[in-house]
């Protein structure tokens, strides 16, 4: 089966990838021309652990990059959308690309005998598929929904600086719809791809349930165990890195999600949290947990900035290093990233910011430009440095040694992953979560 996906960002370029790699035939579509030109060359427009590769090797096998929906309409027995569904200003999604994906797909429909399954991966609110975008399917198309054309919800799980292992392995695949001749065409799609996985076949709304419930729950043992660490904190002796070990023993709770930190950033979880509250406010349910969840994360940035005062005291014109802006290794992006969010605070505060990344200084450089200064290597980032905030735990920085500390003015660590709690190394250190 021919196979269209529209929209490459991380889910649809992923999965454009590994399909492509795996000799199946592809043909992928996005609208922004520079960066499909980008892909069409071999050159992913964003960083991700073997996505290069992989985008190649599927460029020579079975992907072909199109500049024309048109061709994926008429000639695909299915068609993925994967386009972004960016939080609005009020926290509810934007579902204007989404929309406008499928009411691209209609009008080309219309003139086509082509009967394909259509597939929704981006994340959308419950109802979305039935309620706004098959009406737009109908009326664009003028075909019936269950004879002409199927519409599919298939969320999807990966994470960034994971996309290509968890495409290739994912822990599940969920399919909502009807039951119908469209709904088993894709579930042997992917049983054919993925022979171990569990395939869950429900409704649409249960399936745009699922992904926000998943990603929900995620959030909940983030702030749960940010919650517990700002406790121990307070604790002389107290360690949030063995209450969170122990309890990752008992099986009902698992070892998982339990690393406290700053907060957690990215481009799904807040965006994700802020949607079904925004979702469930609007069916006159007040998300009472989930609201925590989100003021938990919110409070965390303040947590941080009030241990790098209990560390420096003053910040005007203190020099602060932040080591780390992706809001998590192995990406550069650094969309709601905590590290960003921390800068701008320290600079309204009157603080010299330099930062370090081994990824994410280019795409850092449009937020800032030349309010703080970029420094390539470890050594220049700490050079004279005041307080050395760490916030992303790339692995270079559990490297952190005495000759990098001699380097700096005032040797305070404020380590908010406790990548340095081992160390023997001399210095004032602020391990977030330990008292
Ligand atoms: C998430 C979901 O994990 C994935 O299933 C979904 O498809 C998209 O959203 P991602 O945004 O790539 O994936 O990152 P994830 O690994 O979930 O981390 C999100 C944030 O939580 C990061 O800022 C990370 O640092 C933070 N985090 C994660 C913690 O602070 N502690 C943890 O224990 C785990």
Redesign the pocket.
């Known amino acids: 089966m021919k196979v269209g996906i529209i929209g490459l960002g991380f889910v649809g370029l992923s999965f454009a990838s590994v399909l492509g790699s795996k000799n199946h035939s592809t043909l992928g579509f996005d609208s922004d021309k520079k960066k499909s030109s980008q892909i069409k060359n071999g050159k992913p427009p964003f960083y991700e652990p073997h996505l290069e590769e992989t985008l190649n090797q599927a460029l020579r096998k079975g992907l072909e990059i199109t500049d024309n929906i048109a061709t994926i309409v008429k000639s695909c027995q299915i068609i993925f959308v994967t386009v972004g569904t960016p939080q609005g200003n009020d926290g509810s999604i934007n579902l204007s690309m989404v929309k406008s994906a499928v009411e691209e797909i209609g009008k080309h429909l219309k003139y086509s005998k082509n009967k394909p399954i259509i597939v929704i991966k981006s994340t959308v609110v419950p109802g979305t598929a039935l309620d706004v975008l098959l009406p737009i399917l109908v009326s664009k198309s003028r075909k019936k929904p269950g004879k002409d054309f199927g519409l599919i919800t298939n969320p ?7 996309a290509i292992s ?1 495409t290739v392995n994912p822990h599940a695949i969920v399919l909502g719809g009807t039951k119908d001749r469209f709904m088993n065409a894709i579930k042997k799609f992917y049983e054919n791809l993925h022979k171990n996985t569990p395939i869950i076949a429900t409704n649409n709304q249960t399936a745009e349930m699922i992904k926000y419930t ?2 929900s729950f ?2 909940t ?2 702030s749960f ?2 919650q517990i660490s700002n406790i121990c904190q307070l604790i002389p002796g107290a360690n949030v890195e063995d209450v969170a070990r122990t309890i990752g023993l008992d099986p009902r709770i698992g070892h ?14 807040p965006k ?1 949290v802020a949607a079904i509250i925004n979702f469930s406010n609007s069916l006159g349910i007040n998300p009472l947990l989930l609201n925590a969840v989100k003021q938990v994360n919110d409070y965390q940035l303040k947590h941080v900035i009030l241990t790098i005062k209990r560390a420096i005291g003053t910040l005007k014109k203190k020099r602060i290093t932040v080591l780390g802006l992706a ?2 290794p192995d ?1 550069d992006d650094i969309r709601d ?2 590290s960003i969010k921390l800068i701008q605070s320290l600079l309204k505060q009157g603080a010299k910011i330099i930062v370090h990344d081994p990824k994410a200084i280019e795409n850092t450089k449009n937020i800032f430009k030349e309010k703080i200064s970029y420094a390539e290597s470890l050594d220049d980032a700490l050079r004279k440095s005041q307080c050395c905030v760490i916030i ?2 790339w692995k270079e920085y559990s490297k952190i040694n005495e000759r990098h500390l001699q380097l700096m003015e005032k040797r305070i660590i404020v380590d908010t992953r406790r990548i340095l709690n081992n160390s023997k190394l001399k210095m004032n250190y602020y391990p977030i979560g330990i008292g």
């Open positions: 999807e799980f990966l994470r960034e600086s994971m968890d998943n990603n995620l959030a043992k983030i165990i940010n998982l999600f339990l690393n406290a930190g700053p907060g957690y950033g990215g481009s799904c979880l994700d809001f998590k990406t990233s905590v992303t735990p």
